[in-house]
């Protein structure tokens, strides 16, 4: 076992007793009892300049953390959070800094109000080592998808068991790769397969019908948090939590507006703020300047580029434009120029860019009657760059000019799990890493666009014909990127959530 293994193992052992709400959340209390925090904690985006705490209270109260590196919480440090209120749906956030580096962080955090102080919840994370050498050694996980196309959380196989795959990985990140809820998914109490076997859903009021009010996108989020599996991992793992689509609905852009019967709101901007609002009040993640989603975490050995495709994506056509314009927009212009300039500010060995969708599969809707499929994605099929792969096209060519190194992608989206490298015109290879779902249907494969000369490595998918595999499958993918402190080694590899390890790929640091 590795040393960081044990010792992360132990950073919580002495506050067990601490752990009880890993089981179901109280959301029931007796009259003048202390508040409390039926979901735990969360960690999330920790880099080498600090992290979020994340809380939701059981009632109005002020929200208290103190962390240590000591798991007795011998020389605690304090920093008093917000207010917990209606307002923000009784959630909010704690920002640490002045993190020690290379050092298990143990957090235990509480509610407080007149009554006084409630019952702590505990959390704990590792801090990133700058430079190289055994102790920078880094493992970042990830997937995607939760609780899509139908498939909830079922008591009976034993909840959303991803994330005690993801738990047993241990590592010091797992990035949620988009598609965190389904809001436009609801939720039927059982499903009958063809085979006859029943998958029974946990329902609440909020998955019985696609999310439009703030309150009912705040009920897809909280009800993730009802599975153990899920609150014992964000306990022990810091997220990174992507915006894509289905936290509004699928394949949306800014600027629609819907024909689906199901809504009554049918400004997709409307829906997008409040899938955004409760986006922020129920994840661990650090709010932007600006509309795009976007993050830059510095750790050490690796630095991890969050990227956001949705929020100034262009609607979506067949993508065959000519020229580069508004039409084409994926990144969007100041987003790419932004990228670009952060990847070569990057003093790291690797550079990870944490992509929503990928960049070289067609991922294809129905376009007009008669006419063309309309692309979802970058790729549109082969030929020279054209539509929004003249984004792509300008970001490889300014990693070639600026001579930008160590640039591996990892994705999620389409619900099966492949490995990719591609050959731009200009520059060095680019390897793209896709694994998901982590909790809902199983899809694909998806083709592979030829513009950028892709040679398909790898990939996991049902067999022809079938679609929608349940979860019990057992096709259901996480990623994992390890790198070597010592030799800046890079080792991906691909696996099922039984730990069945299906790919593995070794990458020498660039030279």
């Known amino acids: 076992m590795h040393e960081r293994d044990l010792t992360r193992r132990g950073a919580l052992g002495a506050t067990a007793a601490g752990l009880a709400w890993l089981g179901a959340p109280a959301f029931l209390r007796a009259a003048g009892t202390r508040p409390g925090l039926p979901f735990g904690l969360q960690t999330g985006d920790v880099g080498l300049d600090g992290a979020i705490v994340w809380a939701k209270s059981d009632r109005p109260a002020r929200l208290r953390v103190e962390w240590d590196t000591s798991e007795a919480f011998r020389s605690p440090r304090r920093v008093d959070g917000p207010e917990l209120l209606p307002a923000g749906d009784l959630t909010g956030v704690v920002a640490l800094s002045g993190l020690p580096p290379g050092q298990t962080i143990c957090v235990r955090a509480w509610a407080e109000d007149a009554t006084g102080a409630g ?10 080592v700058p430079g190289g050498g055994p102790g ?12 899509g ?5 079922n008591p009976e196989w034993g909840g959303l068991r991803g994330y005690a795959a993801v738990r047993a990985l241990n590592p010091d990140v797992f990035v949620h790769s988009g598609d965190v809820i389904y809001a436009d998914n ?30 009912e996108f705040r009920g897809n989020f909280a009800y993730n948090l009802l599975d153990a599996h899920l609150r014992a991992c964000a306990a022990e793992v810091p997220f990174v939590t992507q915006w894509d689509d289905h936290e509004v609905l699928n394949n949306w852009w800014p600027g629609q507006r819907l024909t689906d019967p199901r809504y009554t709101e049918r400004d997709v901007d409307v829906l997008a703020a409040r899938a955004r609002q409760a986006f922020f009040e129920y ?9 795009v989603i976007t993050r830059t975490l510095a750790r050490g050995l690796v630095d991890l580029f969050v990227v956001d495709l949705r929020s100034h994506r262009a609607p979506n056509g067949p993508n065959r434009q000519a020229k580069a314009g508004p039409g084409t927009a994926m990144l969007g212009e100041a987003q790419r120029a932004a990228l670009l300039e952060a990847l070569s500010r990057s003093t790291a060995t690797w550079r990870i860019i944490a992509c929503d969708m990928p960049i070289g599969l067609q991922v294809q809707e ?25 984004e792509l096209a300008a970001l490889f060519d300014g990693l070639a000019e600026r001579r930008i190194g160590g640039v591996v992608f990892i994705t999620a989206d389409v619900h099966y799990a492949a490995a990719h490298r591609y050959h731009p015109p200009r520059g060095a290879p680019l390897h793209e890493f896709v694994a998901g779902p982590l909790h809902a249907g199983t899809f694909g494969p998806n083709p592979l666009d030829p513009t ?23 096709l259901q993918f996480i990623g994992v990127l390890d790198v070597d402190g010592a030799t800046r080694t890079l080792t991906a590899r691909l696996q099922d959530i039984e730990g069945r390890e299906l790919y593995r790929l070794e990458l020498p640091p660039p030279g």
């Open 119 to 128: 019952v702590p919840a505990f959390a704990r994370f590792r801090t990133p």
């Open 136 to 147: 920078a050694s880094t493992r970042i996980a990830w997937s995607g998808d939760t609780c």
């Open 149 to 153: 196309q139908g498939w909830g959380i």
């Open 186 to 215: 609801p939720l039927e109490p059982e499903v009958r397969l063809p085979d006859g076997r029943i998958w029974r859903n946990l329902v609440t009021p909020a998955k019985r019908k696609v999310a439009e009010t703030l309150d």
């Open 283 to 291: 994840t661990p993640t650090r709010r932007p300047r600006g509309p």
């Open 366 to 390: 129905a376009g007009a009657p008669g006419g063309p499929p309309h692309q979802e994605g970058f790729a549109n099929g082969p030929g020279a760059p054209l539509g929004r792969e003249l």
């Open 452 to 474: 950028f000369s892709p040679t398909l490595l790898f990939q996991k998918a049902p067999p022809p014909g079938q679609f929608n595999l349940p979860p019990w499958d057992g």
